[in-house]
């Protein structure tokens, strides 16, 4: 299986990352970007990957288009599909805006950078060209990377909020909490370990429980400990609402 990315930011390092500690041999995968060579060669140099310039997709099995939104569509026109899997990971593009341009179907993913240590959360959307194989081959792809749910229309703006951007309103809330322990004495990488470590063993937790956030927040929070204290804290600053409007406002596709 021949892979191309098309792009070479963020997203298409984190895919890289993920399918080569997967298995993914690095020979089998092609990135590419327009302007920033520099960057391209250190990928490669980094992961074992190879480089084009000039790439023609009928050359690869599968591609991912992992550009900035408003290239994806010019970038389909430009090129000559055979029966390529085409996958866009950009947001705000659907199934239909490339299959309006390639018969031989597209599917849309929307996955986060935790695909770089194999525990991503990506939704698929498939669009109505798409074949069976094609559908299992892009979902297998994403599995070895992490969890997939599939998405439509309707869903895929709140995937995208819940998943594609919320690891930044993670980050965001851990770099509310680390002053307190480097203030305490802690060195900020120290801080930041304790936090991180704090919040995937509760996300270990969640997976692993199907009783309501409110029942398990009672196991932590005895009434007037310093938990409870602390919640009543963020009740009284209206994080539930904060979180509500962020993933609202992410999710928004009129902006
Ligand atoms: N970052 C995330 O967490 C995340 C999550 C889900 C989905 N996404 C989606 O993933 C896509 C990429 O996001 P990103 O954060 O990785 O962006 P990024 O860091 O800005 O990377 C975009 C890459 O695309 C390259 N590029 C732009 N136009 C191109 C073209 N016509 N042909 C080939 N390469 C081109 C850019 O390089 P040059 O400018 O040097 O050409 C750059 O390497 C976006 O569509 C975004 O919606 C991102």
Redesign the pocket.
């Known amino acids: 299986m021949k892979i191309l990315m098309?792009?070479?930011?963020?997203?298409?390092e984190s895919l890289v990352k993920g399918w080569i500690d997967s298995g993914i041999s690095p020979q089998t995968i092609t990135m590419?970007?327009?302007?920033?060579r520099t960057?391209l060669f250190a990928l490669a140099e980094q992961y074992g990957v190879r480089t084009t310039a000039e790439e023609q997709v009928e050359q690869f099995d599968v591609v991912v288009l992992?550009?900035?939104?408003d290239?994806v569509l010019d970038?389909i026109q430009q090129q000559t599909w055979t029966d390529q899997l085409v996958v866009s990971?950009?947001?705000h593009i659907t199934p239909a805006d490339i299959e309006a341009h390639v018969s031989c179907g597209a599917v849309c993913a929307?996955?986060?950078?935790p695909v770089a240590f194999r525990t991503g959360m990506t939704g698929l959307w498939f669009g109505d060209l798409i074949s069976d194989q094609k559908r299992q081959q892009a979902t297998a792809l994403f599995e070895r990377v992490g969890q997939t749910v599939e998405t439509n229309a309707t869903t895929m703006p709140y995937l995208m909020a819940a998943a594609?951007c919320s690891?930044a309103f993670f980050y965001e809330i851990v770099g509310a909490m680390t002053p307190v322990l480097t203030k305490a004495g802690f060195d900020a990488s120290s801080a930041r370990q304790i936090i991180a470590q704090a919040m995937k063993g509760s996300a270990e937790l969640l997976l692993h429980e199907e009783r309501p956030t409110a029942e398990l927040i009672d196991d932590v929070a005895a009434p007037n400990g310093p938990t409870d204290r602390g919640v009543r804290v963020l009740r009284e600053h209206h994080l539930a609402q904060a979180m509500y409007a962020a993933l609202m406002e992410s999710a928004r596709e009129d902006h």
């Open positions: 098309v792009g070479a930011g963020s997203m298409s590419t970007n327009r302007t920033d960057r992992a550009m900035q939104p290239g970038y990971v950009a947001a929307m996955p986060n950078t594609g690891p």
